[in-house]
């Protein structure tokens, strides 16, 4: 029996490796509180929505339904740090995110909705995770130096594991800028 190829996809944010770098510092102040270990820099990114494994021949409809989306650039300005006890991860978020990162996040959802895709029904909740495997206390969450972010496009991202973890590669990319399907770059999987 052949089993269809699937792809492990989610659209995100990714930061520059500037603020890749600014990531880290605060990834490394977190790990004295609560330990646990660092998120690569090449793996920091801010998830929009998380599709799951997508048959192959999928594929190019999710990326139809990013192209075909209008959305504005817009800033983050992430100055908490936290740790999620159950979950074991420690992160960093904006106290207040813009209502352009909501506006994006449902547009996507509504988009791959109607084109059949299934997307997690939980509230949004914008964060970086910066350490997996945390021992998390009650004192979180807690102020951290401001990293300010200025998203200017989004991507489609494939997920792989290997004997090193977590390996993204970015298939396809689109600029925020209110136009519908600007720069629209589709890199093969």
Known sequence: MHVAKQHRLFFALCPD??????????????????????????????????LGNIPAGRVDEVRLVAKRLSAPAFKLDFNQLGCWKRQQIGWSAPSAAPQALFDLVAKLRQGLTAAGFVTEGRPYLPHVTLLRKAKCGDDFPVGGDSIEWSAREFVLVNST????????????????????????????L
Not at 164 to 182: A, D, F, M, P, T
Request: glycine share 10%; with cysteine; hydrophobic share 30%.
């Open 17 to 50: 490796t500037a603020i890749q770098a600014r990531f880290e510092r605060a990834a490394k102040m977190l790990q004295q509180t609560c330990g646990g270990k660092l998120t690569p820099c090449e793996n920091m990114h801010l998830t929009l929505v998380f």
């Open 161 to 188: 594991q290997s004997t090193h973890g977590s390996e993204y590669k970015i298939v396809g990319r689109w600029n925020l800028s209110g136009s519908q399907g600007q720069a629209y770059v589709s890199d093969p």
